[in-house]
């Protein structure tokens, strides 16, 4: 049996120490909450998909869009942050956002490096532009040195792997102490427990380079959190609808609105009706209407379709080139140097990536609390309360208040003795004490096969009752099947394991609900279904595990926004 | 494959191996002087490292399979094609 460390008990524990993590420590902590603690897998200060940068905050800023709100919130709920999301919780956001923008301000991350308040792309032409260009680049140093002024304790090369759910309420949670090769278990006493753990990468094969998983558009290491509140009964949302991003190709990086730039054909025309020149205020806008514009292009044989960035102005190029540093792009700044591709002379081609949990898993309320009482939620692993980093801001800052009060009225409870939590120390440890098994990447990979095969997604590929039952089949015989036959070798592949089981719950989860969906909508494409019910329209369908076992899937009302 | 490090550069410091977004370094002091790339598939590339070294000496290589795909821009704005141009060289 792996070892266990005596158990630390904490306020709030929040799982995950990205921007919706860290934004929640500093908010417990304003909010008067003495025992806050933050567990994160790798480290905080260069964790996650926000690890090096960002350049798009989605605020409303009333002296730079005037004193209307609501076609600032029209143009949210278009954009790829907002679209299928719910609006209530969107539109309390929107009003917040500049208060964030201003705290991120005061505390040192650059909000405004021209001096002045500017949104830039992601944008319509002739709409309103809700996404403030901002370097990010320093942004994770900021955060933590804010959470650790206030006394937040900090727990890095610390995974969480089970959440402890007792009486209906959550607990506490099983981590595991990595900072070692040889792994100790962690046990944690919490009133309040916020996940925090970003997106989720690793479910289907990686579309630029399938050999090699971790060539992702955003943290391949946000990988399955969703599971984790899973477990314990907590519901998603949006879970079967998928969401693709897009950008170079074969290096998968984000950033595609801060090129400046048009899409074009290999004959010069544009790809996209929005734009036939580059335009530094509005970027081309085309693949963020036309999600898999890049993917239809080939399929149609008129592709492929290149960023062509040579008209735009050397003073344009600089500013690109800053823009990307800020969003954390320095990687891919650095390669094309080395390798002479230089966007005045080169056009790049785009591509469709794989799709991803972006956006898609935890359904919170506008406080952002889970269907769990106790458990809380932010950022990109949450399915109803848009993604990217200002919602994770926004939630993170709501849910670490609403948390901090609730602790204040709970008291601390035996999380280790719940069974579950027992039983997954039993499990990882037999995977450590195994002599000889499977390597947790054969794992991971059989996933994404199954995955790629029975829930793809659209407009080309479809998904029916035959192929997501069957998928469903496969999903459940592989996780047996990597419980009986994972073997780890250090810290390091117990904490990859932990992930492929957590993957292959968010699988199962997404399975079910696509099953439930009987409609084709957006890249949903359900053969047997083949058209959009306007019913379901005004609907969210949620899917969750009962405590006996059984999945569920319910439609519930969206909640709409209670315009002022 | 991802991060090289120079070790006539590195000082032994360990900020990468503790601050690497994907873990992907081992530092066993007793072990080692410098910290050893361990598990070079599982690089993100996000120059973390690179970016916190204190000594300058780690840079980063991309796998050939990560190269990105590019054309000459003026090609998008000249009649000619890569494939016309390419056959019109085969002819002549």
Known sequence: MIAVKPCIEADLLIVGGGIGGLMAAISAAKSGCTNVVVMEKMHARRSGSGATGNDHFNCYIPSYHGDDIRPVFQQTMQSLIGSGKEPSLMYKFLKKSFELVQMWDEWGVNMRPTGQWECKGHALPGKPRAFLKYDGSEQKKVLVREAKKLGVHFYNHHPVVELARMDGRIAGALAVDISTPVPQFQPVRAKTVLLATGLTHRLYLTAPTPAYMFNTGHCPNCAGGQGLGWRVGARMVNMELPYTHAGPKYFARCGKATWIGVYRYMDGTPVGPFTDHSNIDYGDVTSDIWNSVFEDVMAKGTGPAFMDCSDASDKDLEYMRWAMKGEGLTSLLNYMADAGIDPKQHAVEFMRYEPILHGRGLDVSDEGETSVPGLFAAGDMVGNGGCGIALAAYLGWEGGHAAALQAAEHSFRPAEDCPNIKARMELLSSFLEREDGADWKDANMALQQIMSDYAPAGPRKVRSERLLQTGLIYVRQLRENAMKQLKVTCSHTLMRAAEVLDLMDCGEALLAAALARKETRGNHIRADFPFTNPLLGDQFLTVGLESNGEVTTKWRPIRQAQMD | ?92
């Not at chain 2, 000082?11 to 598990?39: E, L, M, Q, Y």
């Not at chain 2, 054309?71 to 141009?85: E, G, V």
């Open chain 2, 1 to 92: 494959m991802p991060p090289v490090i120079d070790h006539e550069k590195c000082i032994g410091c360990g900020t990468c191996a503790d601050i690497c977004n994907s873990d992907i370094f081992v530092f066993d002091r007793k072990v080692d002087k410098t910290p050893v790339v361990k598990f070079p598939e599982e690089c993100w590339h996000c120059e973390s490292c690179v970016l916190d070294c204190p000594s300058g000496a780690i840079t980063l290589r991309l796998p050939l399979s990560y190269s990105l795909m590019h054309i000459d821009a003026s090609l998008l704005h000249s009649s000619q094609t890569p494939c016309s141009a390419s056959s019109k060289e085969a002819r002549s």
